[in-house]
């Protein structure tokens, strides 16, 4: 298109790109589309990955993933690291579909079931009168081995906690440990 005013003439060029719009636009825009689709334009260039992982547009599908309750502190001080909106929804979506795998720590061969608890950075399990702890691996897992291996009770461990790196631990022969 041209435009002559005054004798000057100047070329307007009306075409526009999907990548010339600002970042609000594309934001709005993205809002619409399915997982799948958002996962498509994350493909096209660097902007738009950035834009297609903004947790505004996962937020509404990461409340419905089943993931990590990472609001709660409780469930923070388990969690090794704090997903992203998009993150919770991916490994929610790896849940349902079975792509996640078991590994078995130990055995144990008597009838009660142990005590657990779970930390950013270990696992501590009471089995009678012995509480051992399991180093948590880089991607989540529980190592086999041991770090620590605590006795200190004749009988079974009621109850333990843990808590500043000291482990209190009640037995059902009546005394109070800790280490």
């Known amino acids: 298109m041209e435009l002559k005013l005054l004798n000057l003439s100047i070329s307007l060029d009306l075409s ?4 010339s719009l600002p970042t609000d636009v594309l934001l709005t825009l993205f809002k619409y589309l399915d ?3 958002l996962g498509s334009v994350a493909q096209v260039c660097s902007r738009f990955r950035d834009i297609s992982y903004s947790d505004c547009l996962w937020i509404q599908a990461s409340r419905k993933a089943l993931a990590s ?3 709660d502190p409780a469930s923070l001080s388990m969690s090794q690291k704090i997903f ?7 490994l929610g979506k790896a849940w349902i579909q079975g792509h996640t795998f078991e590994s078995l720590v130990v055995v144990q061969n ?7 608890q779970l930390e ?9 009168n012995r509480i051992w702890c399991h180093p948590r ?4 897992g529980i190592a086999k081995t041991t770090s620590r291996l605590l006795r200190g009770h004749a009988d079974d461990s009621s109850k333990f906690v843990v808590s500043d790196g000291m482990v209190v631990s009640g037995g ?3 005394s109070l440990c800790a280490w």
Do not use: E
């Not at 909106?85 to 991916?90: G, T, W």
């Not at 950075?121 to 009678?128: I, Q």
């Open 84 to 90: 992203s909106a998009r993150d919770k929804v991916r």
């Open 120 to 128: 950013a950075k270990r696992l501590w399990v009471a089995w009678g």
């Open 137 to 140: 691996l880089p991607d989540g």
């Open 69 to 71: 309750n990472q609001l």
């Open 16 to 19: 526009i790109s999907l990548d």
């Open 110 to 116: 008597t009838k009660f079931m142990p005590r657990l």
């Open 172 to 174: 059902q022969d009546r």
């Open 35 to 37: 997982r799948s689709s």
